[in-house]
């Protein structure tokens, strides 16, 4: 509604420029191999984006005098960061603005498909996992069972 611009902030996300920096996390567990995550997640990344990096750069070259806009990498990453349940890959690449929502799903898609192949890649959820020193095999923090005596190494 027309109030909505007196009270809330109003973004033109279209304005000058066509493109939005979406992201994607995506989260894989511990035990994954998050080196061959982070790869498999550029490389879908880039094929993905691959026709709107040079396109965005034209309009960078256009626009940047009038909205200050000074963007030197505009491919696809991948970051990496450690959450409570698993490792975080968050993909970040340009899509055109009226396209993020078709752009997101396509990337899921094969997102879904590429780790439906790999054995070492597993998405991550909240669970807890209680771990018993002892039966599990080792021996920190003094987790030796009563009357065992410790090797010549502890």
């Not at 992201?23 to 511990?30: G, H, R, S």
Request: include cysteine.
């Amino acid at each position: 509604p027309n109030g909505t611009v007196f009270v809330q902030a109003v973004a033109n996300y279209t304005r000058g420029f066509q493109f939005i920096w979406n992201e994607i996390p995506v989260l894989i567990t511990f035990e994954s191999d998050w080196e061959k995550g982070k790869r498999v997640l550029g490389e879908i990344a880039e094929r993905h984006a691959a026709g709107n990096t040079e396109t965005a750069r034209q309009q960078i070259r256009q626009t940047a005098r009038e909205f200050m806009i000074f963007y030197s990498k505009l491919t696809p990453t991948v970051y990496t960061s450690v959450e409570a349940s698993g490792v975080l890959l968050t993909i970040r690449y340009l899509c055109h603005a009226r396209q993020r929502r078709g752009s997101a799903q396509a990337i899921w898609e094969e997102i879904l498909r590429e780790f439906g192949r790999c054995d070492d890649l597993e998405f991550a959820y909240p669970t807890q996992r209680f771990y018993d020193g002892l039966r599990e095999g080792t021996r920190s923090a003094g987790a030796l069972e009563a009357g065992a005596k410790p090797d010549a190494k502890g």
